[in-house]
């Protein structure tokens, strides 16, 4: 039985949202909602367990252009990896910088290269 509060097209979101790995308070956030406790409740009446991510990770849902997509692609390739861990790789890189100016800076210069603003 589905909860009046919650259509369809939402329990199926949340859903996904928990299945790749969101945190409560980033499902929370996503789906524009006051109270992680809603999140919880509903995700418990279903049987939906979050997993608690104990490395410090966290998972933000992406959509990539084909584009972009197959540039990735083609960069994992050559490094014999798949293209979550070549994104993985790429994002890592900023938050390796030595301190957050320095990861500002690197990405003011990626998108300026890339003609961003």
Avoid at 3 to 23: E, F
Avoid at 58 to 67: I, M, P
Avoid at 86 to 100: D, P, T, Y
């Amino acid at each position: 039985m589905m909860s009046r509060s919650w259509p369809r097209h939402r329990l199926v979101h949340l859903g996904y949202l928990a299945g790749i790995g969101c945190t409560g308070p980033q499902i929370t956030a996503a789906l524009g909602l006051a109270r992680v406790q809603a999140v919880s409740n509903t995700l418990r009446r279903y049987g939906v367990k979050l997993h608690r991510r104990r490395d410090g990770r966290l998972v933000q849902a992406v959509a990539f252009s084909r584009r972009a997509l197959d540039v990735i692609d083609e960069a994992a390739a050559q490094r014999g990896i798949s293209r979550d861990e070549m994104i993985q790789k790429v994002i890592e890189v900023f938050g390796a910088e030595e301190s957050s100016e320095d990861a500002l800076d690197l990405i003011a210069n990626l998108l300026d290269d890339g003609g961003e603003q």
